[in-house]
C-alpha cells in the first residue's frame, strides 16, 4: 500500500537534517507540499535541494516567541492552507545531574522542547486547524518513558510532550495529535550517545541495529495521513525492539 499525502500542506520544524528532514523528504515525496523550518537558511536551502516534489523555507529559530505565528502565516500565505505541522526541533545543551543544571541551559531546554511545540500548535489552531481538522505531530523520545543520568533535563522535556500530545488530542479534535518516541536514531544530534553507546546497544536490540531517520520519516508520514484518520492522542514507541531486548536476550 502506498501512502499519499497528495493535495495536503505541512510544515516541519527542525527540517535542514536528521529526522526532520527526512520526514519533510518523505512527506514531499508522498505529494505533500512542505515548509522547511530550521535556525540557519544555508542549512535549509541545502537541504530543500535534495529533496523531490515541492518544499519552501523558513528560517527562524523555533524557540523564539513569534516564530511559530510567522511560520503558519508564511505557509498559509505560500501554499494556501496547512494541514499537518510537525514539532521535531529539539535541543540539549546540558548533560549531567538534573541536580546540577544551570538556570539558562535549563530555559533553553524547555523555550525549543516544550514551549515551542505548545505555541507552534497554538499558530496552527488559531490560523488553520479550528476550520479545517489538521494533524499535529510530536517527536518526543523514549526517554520521556524512563529515568537515565545524564539526560534528565531533556527527557523531562519529553515526558512533557508526551502529555501534551494527550491534551491537545483531548482538547482540540477532530484535528488530530500524535507522538512519535524514537529509541536512538543515528544523526548529529544523537552522536555523543551513537559514537560511545551505539556499537554495543545496536548488539543488543532484536532488529541489530540503531535507528536511521527514515525509519521515523516512515512512521511520520503512514500518522500523518488518512489512513490513520482514528488515531489520537497516543505516543508510538520506535526503538527498534529496545523495551524487549533484555527478553529477547
Known sequence: MEI???GKVALVTGASRGIGKAIAATFAASGAKVMLNSRKQDSLDAAATEMEGEVETFA????DDDAGERAVLATIERFGRLDILVNNAATNPYFGATMEVDKPR???TFQVNLDAPVFWSQAAWRHAFNVEPGVIINVA???GLRAEFGLGVYNVTKAAIIHLTRQLASEIGPTR???IAPGLVDTDFAAHLVDNFGDSLAARLPTERLGEPQDIANLATFLASDLA???TGETYVIDGGAGVASVAG
Open 4 to 6: 499519499s499525502l497528495e
Open 60 to 63: 527562524a529559530n523555533a524557540g
Open 106 to 108: 535549563y530555559d533553553k
Open 141 to 143: 523520545s523514549v526517554g
Open 177 to 179: 495529535v500524535v507522538g
Open 229 to 231: 484518520s482514528w488515531m
